[in-house]
């Protein structure tokens, strides 16, 4: 079983759900960063949506600021949940390490989450309307995976890559092809490559300790795997693949 959040004293938490439960989430303990955009782009890279999902905010979301009262010295919490997440408070005050708090609702102006509106995104992102099982935390280190209780994470399927590529090199092209043909071959599960360009991205590649290219990050299945340099070894890419 995996243990609560230690209790913080000060950070600022925002949550994104699913509408098929899963749930990215992010803790800030200098409340200096903007994560919204973080968590769209994290729920596409895990699901292997074809664009971030931003029609999910606010709809979807949970918002936390635990604070100290410089006044009273007590800390203080405020914690607001959209209508469409409320039966998760559970999950939040675990994810959180929230004791005792009343969460609020988060008043949403109607046109904002019109069910008919979202509903029409369910074509286009079916995957957003299954649960996965899914609870992940997203920091500055990239994210991290955790199943739920009761769920044992070596039964997820599936394979996740990072490239880091710069995007003026000739070779680009023709490296992405030939690592999309062996993964294709090498692979028995569904699979997301997502192409990052170190030149537009240099903050993804300094938080994932990327100093050459191109590098290859296995990011899921844990434990965390890359290739730097040439990825024409064939060897180098299927010991990437086989330590799960």
Known sequence: MRQQTPLLQSFKGLALFTPGGDLVYAIDTQKRDRWHLQLCIAVQEILGL????????????????RYLDPRTQAVRTIAEVAPAVWRYRAV?????????V????EPIPIELCNPLALAGYREQFPQLWTNHNAIVRV??????????????????????????????????EDTLERLHRTLDRALGHPYTLKLI????????????RVSATPTLIRVWPEPVRRIV??????????GLLGNR
């Open 50 to 65: 074809p664009e971030p999902p931003h029609f999910l905010m606010p709809c979807y979301c949970a918002t936390v600021d």
């Open 92 to 100: 939040l005050n675990a994810v959180f390490g929230l004791e005792g």
């Open 102 to 105: 009343r969460w609020g609702v």
């Open 139 to 172: 920091d500055a280190a990239g994210a991290n995976f955790y199943p739920r209780e009761g769920e044992v994470e070596a039964e997820a399927e599936g394979y996740i890559f990072r490239l880091f590529l710069r995007g003026d090199s000739p070779t680009t």
């Open 197 to 208: 360009d170190v030149l537009k991205h240099p903050q993804q590649a300094e938080s994932d």
């Open 229 to 238: 340099g040439e990825l024409d070894d064939l060897d180098r890419i299927l």
